[in-house]
C-alpha cells in the first residue's frame, strides 16, 4: 500500500474537487473517470461511457433494485446507468458543486453530499453497488469495504474500478510517481491488487472476475494533457486555477506527466473488481444504522 506522505482527508478531497471542478469540466468532461478504449478509434466521451458499460456489464442490473454509486462524482455514470435500467439510484459525493449537478441529473436519482465512510444507509437496503475511481479517497479502505458489504444484500454485488500500485515496483517510482500522484490527486493511499482482495475478503466478499483495462485506459492522461495545454494558452479561468496561489489543488494539474509515465512504466494499474457478497458481514464492520 502506498500512502501520501502528507494526510489526505474527505475535506481536502471535497476541495480539490470544488476547486479544480472548471478543469476537470472543460478539460475532460463530466465523466469523472478513464475512458477506455475497447476498439481503440473511440472518442474520448466514447471511451468515458464505454467504461461505464463495462461496470455496467459487471453488475447486472435488474428491474426495480436499489443501487448505491459510492462517489458519483456528477451523477453522469447514473443517468446513463438509468437510460437502459427501471432501477433507483443513490449516489454520493464530498463536493457541492459536483452535487448541484448531479441533483439535476436525472429522475430516479438522489445525489447526497456526504462522506460515504458515515453514510447514514440503513443495513442491506441495496442489491447493487459500484465505485469508479473513488476508493482511492477513502481514508480508511478497510471501512470502505466493510460499509459496503453492510449496506448489500447477502446476494448483493459490488463492482470497482481502481487505480492500483503495480507488481514489483522500484523504489524510485515509488518515490517520483506514486507518492506524488496520492499526494497532488488527494489519495491517502493506493493499494495493489492483493491489497484490494484481502480487504474486500475480511469484509465479506467473494471476489468473482477481475480484469486489468491498463492499456485500455492510459491514453487518457495523454488526452488530459494536451487539453491541458490548449487551456493555459486560451482559457484564463483554466490559468487562474493552475498559477493562482490561493489555488491548494492547482498541483495535481501538474501531475499529469507523472501519470503518463506511471502507466507506461507499469508502476500503476488500472482493474476493474466484481464482489459478490455471499458471506455475512465480517464481525468487525460498522454497525447498523
Known amino acids: 500500500m502506498i500512502v501520501a506522505s502528507i494526510p489526505s482527508n474527505a475535506a481536502s478531497v471535497a476541495r480539490h474537487y470544488d476547486e479544480l471542478d472548471p478543469a476537470y469540466r472543460r478539460i475532460w468532461g463530466e465523466h469523472v473517470h478513464h475512458g477506455y478504449w475497447r476498439e481503440g478509434h473511440e472518442s474520448p466521451e466514447e471511451a468515458s461511457v464505454a467504461l461505464v458499460e463495462l461496470v455496467e456489464q459487471r453488475l447486472a442490473l435488474k428491474p426495480g433494485q436499489r443501487v448505491c454509486d459510492i462517489g458519483c462524482g456528477y451523477g453522469a455514470t447514473a443517468a446513463e446507468l438509468l437510460k437502459r435500467h427501471d432501477v433507483a439510484i443513490v449516489g454520493f459525493t464530498l463536493s457541492a458543486r459536483q452535487q448541484r449537478i448531479g441533483q439535476a441529473r436525472a429522475p430516479g436519482f438522489a445525489c447526497l453530499r456526504r462522506d460515504w ?15 469508479i475511481e473513488s476508493s482511492e479517497h477513502m481514508v480508511d479502505k478497510a471501512l470502505f469495504f466493510a460499509e459496503a458489504r453492510r449496506i448489500l444484500r447477502d446476494d448483493g454485488r459490488l463492482v470497482v474500478c481502481a487505480w492500483l500500485e503495480g507488481e514489483h515496483v522500484r523504489p524510485w517510482a515509488v518515490r517520483h510517481l506514486l507518492e506524488p500522484i496520492c499526494r497532488e490527486g488527494r489519495l491517502p493511499s493506493m493499494g495493489s491488487r492483493e491489497d484490494y482482495v484481502r480487504l474486500a ?18 491514453r487518457t492522461w495523454t488526452i488530459c494533457l494536451v487539453r491541458l495545454v490548449k487551456a493555459l494558452i486560451r482559457d484564463p479561468a483554466i490559468r487562474r486555477l493552475a498559477f493562482g496561489r490561493g489555488v491548494e ?41
Open 249 to 289: 489543488s492547482r498541483d495535481f494539474l501538474f501531475s499529469l506527466p507523472r501519470l503518463i509515465l506511471a502507466f507506461r512504466t507499469g508502476a500503476m494499474r488500472y482493474g476493474v473488481f466484481q464482489w459478490d457478497a455471499v458471506s455475512p458481514p465480517a464481525s468487525n464492520a460498522a454497525t447498523d444504522r
Open 117 to 131: 465512510l458515515d453514510n447514514g444507509l440503513a443495513t442491506a437496503s441495496f442489491e447493487r453497488a459500484y465505485a
Open 201 to 218: 475478503r475480511d469484509a465479506g466478499f467473494v471476489l468473482t472476475h477481475y480484469q486489468d483495462i491498463s492499456r485500455q485506459v492510459q
